[in-house]
C-alpha cells in the first residue's frame, strides 16, 4: 500500500540553456503555462489555492530573492498562497515535498509547485556564490563545488577500483540521452575520449565529469486523488517522499565513498512508498559530476557500493539498461538550474510513467519513478521523491 | 470548531539586539535550547523528526545561505529532515504555517520551527539589499522600506485625518512594552515628543517610527494534540492560518490607505479559526513602521478603516485597553531579525495565552491570539496564524 494523498495532474518545463533573453518571470511564465498546457482535461488556473516557489540563488538578482511574492503576481494569480522554498541544490524536489504536505494536511486542494533559477545573468565574480564566500573562513580556499565532490572520486577508485572510463560512461550516457530530449541545455553526443581529453577541473574529474550553469524553469501541478479525477484520467500518485540531512563540513563525513543524506533519504522514501529499488523503472538522480551518479545509484540502492561505475561502463543504466538512469539527459547535459532541477526531473519521470517519453521511453514494468537530488556544501541534504501509476 | 489539529508545546527566543558576539548558529542554538527548556514535561531532541528553518536575508553571509542544511547539525540534529523557508517578512510566520502543515499531513509527528537572522554583520553598503539593488530598475532610485511605507502614512492623513501625533503614540507605547520585554532589543520608554522631533527618515517618518536593523532567534515546537499530552498540560492550539499575496509594485495597490495582503491573509484565518477580530485577546503584528501597526489593526479587522490612528492615540491598543496589540514591544522595540520575527511574536502569544508574560501580561478573556506579518516589496504578502487555549 503507498502513500497515495497526493496526485500529480500536469506538468512540464521550458527549454534549458542561457536564457539571456527572458527574466526570472518570464521563465516561470514559459514553465506554468506548460504545466497547464500538459493537463489532460484542462484546468482553470483560478482552481490553484497554493504555490510553492523554489528557488536557490535568487537573491543577488533584485525580485527573485523575494521569488514567493513575486511569481504570482507574474502568472496571473495574484492574492494567492505562496511561499519561497529554498533547500540548495533539492530546493525544487523538497517543494515538491512540502507541496505534497499542504495537499495532504487538508488545508489546499490544488497546487502549483514551480522552480525557476537564472544562474547565467551575473559573471562568477559577481555572482551570489562568490560574495557568499567573501570572508569565508573555508570557501575563500578554494571549497568550490568541483572541490566538494571530487575526493569521493579519488577514494572511490581507491576503494573499488572505479576507473576514469566508468565516470566518463556515466557522461557518455547523459549526452546521449540529453539529445534525445527537446529540453535538455546540450543536444550533442559525447565520446569516452572526448570526456577523459577534456580539461581537468578537480583531478579526477575533468570539465565533461561536470555539469554546466544553466537558466531553466520547470512546474508541477497537484491535488488530492479525489479532485485529479477532474483534470486527468491518467494521474501519477505521490507514492513516497523522503528528506535527511548530513553534516554541512566535509570533515564531519563519515565516508567518502558514499552519501549519508542520500541514504537517509531514500530509506524514508522507500519505507512510505513500501517500495525498494528494484521496483523502479527509471530514475532521475543528482549526477552534478559523473562520480555523484555513480554514488547516487549506489546510495538509492540499485547496484551494491562499489559496482556502481562497472554497471555505468557496462550499460545497465541506459534507457534500455536494468534501471534507467537520467532518461533526460541529468543535470550533465539537461542542466542544473538550481531550484528547476529537482521539478524537471520529476517532469521527466511523470512522461515515463505517462508513457509520453518519445525517443527516451523506457519499459514500463513495475509502474514506478525515483527522482533524487543531493546537494548542500556536497552533501548537507538528500531528497527524494517516488511517483507511480500503481493503483 | 476550530482546526485543532497542531498544537505549540514548547516556544523560546533569545535576547534581542546587535549581537556580533554571536555566530548564526549559536544563535540559533540559543533560541532552541529555550524552546527546548520550555516544554512543561521536557522533550528528548530526539523525537524532533522535521525542522523548518526561518533566514530571510542570509545568503550573503556564507552558511546561512543554505540554513536549512546547516542548522541541524549545529543543535545536535543531523540527519534530521530541514527545510529553509523564505517569504521576506512573514518568513517566520509562514515557516510556522508550513510547519503546522507537516504535521498536518500526517507526515511529521514533532517540528521545530526555528526563525534566525543576522541583520548586522555586514555594513549597508555591503549587506544583501545594498547589492541586490545592483541594476535593479526601481531600487536604485530610492525604493527603500521606508519608501514603500511612507505613502500610506500620507494618504492615511489625508483621507482620513491621522495624525504625526497619532503615529507617535504606536511608538510610545511598543517602546513602553518593550521596556517590560526581557528579550526586547531597546528596553526604554520614549516620549510623543521624541518621536515627533527625531530625524526625518521620509516625510511623514522619522527615525522612531521605523523599526531597527536587530539580530535574533526564536523557536516553536509543535506535534499533534495526541502527542502535546506527553509533554505539557497546557498546550496552546493552532487554530488558523491564513496567507495571501500582493502585486509586488507601489504602482499596482489597489488602495494606499491599507494592504490587501492582510486583508485576505486574515479573512482566511479568521475563517478557518471560525473566530473573528473580537474574540482576540491580544496580537502582534507587524509594526514595522509606525503607520503599518496602524494598518494593520483597521485590515485585521479591530478598528473600521480609518479610526487605527484614533484609537492608538486614545489607548485602545495599550496593555489595558480594548484590544492589546504588541505587548512585546513590536517590532519597533523588541526588534525586527527578520526570520525569527514571526516565531518571536508567536512566542510571545504562547506566553500570553499561557499567562507567563509577566508584566505584559494582558486579561484573558476568550483564550484567542493573533500574529501577523507583512512584507515583500512592503505589502506583497502576508502571514496570520491564530492560536487559542479553547478546546
Not at 546521449?176 to 579526477?204: I, R
Not at 531514500?266 to 517500495?275: H, I, K, V
Given at each position: 500500500?503507498?502513500?497515495?494523498?497526493?496526485?500529480?495532474?500536469?506538468?512540464?518545463?521550458?527549454?534549458?540553456?542561457?536564457?539571456?533573453?527572458?527574466?526570472?518571470?518570464?521563465?516561470?511564465?514559459?514553465?506554468?503555462?506548460?504545466?497547464?498546457?500538459?493537463?489532460?482535461?484542462?484546468?482553470?488556473?483560478?482552481?490553484?489555492?497554493?504555490?510553492?516557489?523554489?528557488?536557490?540563488?535568487?537573491?543577488?538578482?533584485?525580485?527573485?530573492?523575494?521569488?514567493?511574492?513575486?511569481?504570482?503576481?507574474?502568472?496571473?494569480?495574484?492574492?494567492?498562497?505562496?511561499?519561497?522554498?529554498?533547500?540548495?541544490?533539492?530546493?525544487?524536489?523538497?517543494?515538491?515535498?512540502?507541496?505534497?504536505?499542504?495537499?495532504?494536511?487538508?488545508?489546499?486542494?490544488?497546487?502549483?509547485?514551480?522552480?525557476?533559477?537564472?544562474?547565467?545573468?551575473?559573471?562568477?565574480?559577481?555572482?551570489?556564490?562568490?560574495?557568499?564566500?567573501?570572508?569565508?573562513?573555508?570557501?575563500?580556499?578554494?571549497?568550490?563545488?568541483?572541490?566538494?565532490?571530487?575526493?569521493?572520486?579519488?577514494?572511490?577508485?581507491?576503494?573499488?577500483?572505479?576507473?576514469?572510463?566508468?565516470?566518463?560512461?556515466?557522461?557518455?550516457?547523459?549526452?546521449?540521452?540529453?539529445?534525445?530530449?527537446?529540453?535538455?541545455?546540450?543536444?550533442?553526443?559525447?565520446?569516452?575520449?572526448?570526456?577523459?581529453?577534456?580539461?581537468?577541473?578537480?583531478?579526477?574529474?575533468?570539465?565533461?565529469?561536470?555539469?554546466?550553469?544553466?537558466?531553466?524553469?520547470?512546474?508541477?501541478?497537484?491535488?488530492?486523488?479525489?479532485?485529479?479525477?477532474?483534470?486527468?484520467?491518467?494521474?501519477?500518485?505521490?507514492?513516497?517522499?523522503?528528506?535527511?540531512?548530513?553534516?554541512?563540513?566535509?570533515?564531519?563525513?563519515?565516508?567518502?565513498?558514499?552519501?549519508?543524506?542520500?541514504?537517509?533519504?531514500?530509506?524514508?522514501?522507500?519505507?512510505?512508498?513500501?517500495?525498494g529499488p528494484t521496483?523502479?523503472?527509471?530514475?532521475?538522480?543528482?549526477?552534478?559530476?559523473?562520480?555523484?551518479?555513480?554514488?547516487?545509484?549506489?546510495?538509492?540502492?540499485?547496484?551494491?557500493?562499489g559496482k556502481g561505475?562497472?554497471?555505468?561502463?557496462?550499460?545497465?543504466?541506459?534507457?534500455?539498461?536494468?534501471?534507467?538512469i537520467n532518461t533526460?539527459?541529468?543535470?550533465?547535459?539537461?542542466?542544473?538550474?538550481?531550484?528547476?532541477?529537482?521539478?524537471?526531473?520529476?517532469?521527466?519521470?511523470?512522461?515515463?510513467?505517462?508513457?509520453?517519453?518519445?525517443?527516451?521511453?523506457?519499459?514500463?514494468?513495475?509502474?514506478?519513478?525515483?527522482?533524487?537530488?543531493?546537494?548542500?556544501?556536497?552533501?548537507?541534504?538528500?531528497?527524494?521523491?517516488?511517483?507511480?501509476?500503481?493503483?
Amino acid at each position: 500500500m503507498s502513500w497515495n494523498r497526493v496526485s500529480v495532474v500536469g506538468a512540464g518545463l521550458i527549454k534549458m540553456g542561457e536564457l539571456f533573453d527572458q527574466s526570472y518571470e518570464q521563465m516561470a511564465r514559459g514553465a506554468f503555462d506548460a504545466a497547464i498546457a500538459s493537463v489532460d482535461h484542462g484546468m482553470d488556473p483560478k482552481d490553484i489555492d497554493a504555490v510553492f516557489v523554489a528557488t536557490q540563488r535568487g537573491t543577488l538578482w533584485g525580485q527573485e530573492g523575494i521569488g514567493g511574492n513575486t511569481v504570482p503576481s507574474a502568472l496571473g494569480l495574484n492574492g494567492v498562497a505562496c511561499t519561497r522554498i529554498e533547500n540548495a541544490c533539492p530546493s525544487g524536489s523538497d517543494a515538491f515535498r512540502v507541496g505534497c504536505m499542504a495537499v495532504a494536511s487538508g488545508l489546499h486542494d490544488v497546487v502549483l509547485v514551480i522552480g525557476v533559477e537564472k544562474m547565467r545573468d551575473k559573471s562568477s565574480e559577481e555572482g551570489l556564490l562568490a560574495r557568499a564566500a567573501g570572508g569565508h573562513p573555508v570557501y575563500t580556499r578554494g571549497e568550490s563545488a568541483p572541490v566538494l565532490f571530487a575526493p569521493f572520486a579519488t577514494r572511490h577508485m581507491h576503494d573499488f577500483g572505479t576507473t576514469k572510463e566508468m565516470l566518463a560512461s556515466v557522461a557518455v550516457k547523459n549526452h546521449h540521452n540529453g539529445k534525445l530530449d527537446p529540453y535538455a541545455h546540450f543536444q550533442y553526443e559525447v565520446t569516452v575520449e572526448q570526456v577523459l581529453n577534456a580539461p581537468e577541473v578537480c583531478s579526477p574529474l575533468g570539465l565533461l565529469d561536470c555539469c554546466p550553469q544553466t537558466d531553466g524553469a520547470a512546474a508541477v501541478l497537484i491535488t488530492t486523488p479525489e479532485r485529479a479525477a477532474d483534470y486527468t484520467a491518467k494521474p501519477v500518485q505521490v507514492a513516497g517522499i523522503g528528506i535527511a540531512t548530513d553534516h554541512p563540513y566535509l570533515h564531519e563525513k563519515d565516508n567518502f565513498v558514499g552519501m549519508s543524506a542520500t541514504v537517509g533519504a531514500s530509506s524514508r522514501a522507500y519505507e512510505m512508498a513500501n517500495l525498494g529499488p528494484t521496483d523502479m523503472d527509471m530514475a532521475e538522480v543528482h549526477d552534478c559530476f559523473t562520480i555523484t551518479e555513480i554514488l547516487d545509484i549506489e546510495d538509492l540502492g540499485f547496484f551494491e557500493k562499489g559496482k556502481g561505475g562497472i554497471a555505468s561502463l557496462e550499460g545497465e543504466t541506459a534507457l534500455d539498461g536494468s534501471i534507467p538512469i537520467n532518461t533526460s539527459g541529468g543535470l550533465l547535459a539537461k542542466g542544473h538550474p538550481i531550484g528547476a532541477t529537482g521539478i524537471a526531473q520529476l517532469t521527466e519521470c511523470w512522461w515515463q510513467l505517462r508513457e509520453e517519453a518519445g525517443d527516451r521511453q523506457v519499459k514500463l514494468r513495475s509502474g514506478n519513478a525515483l527522482q533524487h537530488n543531493v546537494g548542500g556544501r556536497g552533501s548537507g541534504v538528500s531528497v527524494v521523491n517516488i511517483l507511480t501509476i500503481a493503483e
